[in-house]
């Protein structure tokens, strides 16, 4: 085993035990709790960019810019009650995985072997989050439709302060994690 994989390999058991933590912790209904989790394992995520090829790049830029406009919908649609309006721009959002677009073979195979386990795992979280917060939306429940809101801008910028640095220099943060909370 090289170093690097050794490497790949601890990040990826850290990420998945904030994973499982997060997810007991979210069993017993603490959102809190299981936001810290995640954090604490994106903090062990060295900052770096994304190996992948300029065309995959392009539709992944094209897809964070289909989800940005998607996040504006949605802040007034919660903020006025447009339940419909939330639900369907939530729909779009979950189903923008990058995996399911319009991708050759080949390029299936290049994000399968180039993308990072932990940038997988917040990719998921991420639609996850879509997810959890259509059904709120479809009981109307305003708060914790606003609640999965946020938890959706937080992923964007654990994802981002992880793999988007050259992007977005200003997500660099030098201070220790636990510096970080406050
Ligand atoms: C799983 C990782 C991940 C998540 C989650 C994520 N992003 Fe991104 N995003 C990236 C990466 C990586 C880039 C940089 C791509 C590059 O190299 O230019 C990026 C780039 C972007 C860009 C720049 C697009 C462009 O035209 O260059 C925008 C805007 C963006 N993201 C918005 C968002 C928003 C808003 C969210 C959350 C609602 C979000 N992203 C969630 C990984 C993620």
Redesign the pocket.
Known sequence: MTRRNILGMSLWLVSALGWFAAGAVRAQGSHAGAAQEERAAAATVPAQ??AISPEL?EL??EE??G??KG?EALVTAIATGDWKMVTDTSARIRASYIMEQRLTAAQKDELETELPEV?KL??AN?HREAGNLGHAAEVRDAELTSFYFYR??E??VA??SA??T??FPNLVTDAPPEAREH
């Open positions: 960019a994304l790049r992944l830029r964070m810019r989800i940005s996040m940038f917040m990719d991420f959706m801008v992923s964007c994802c981002h793999y988007a050259t992007r």
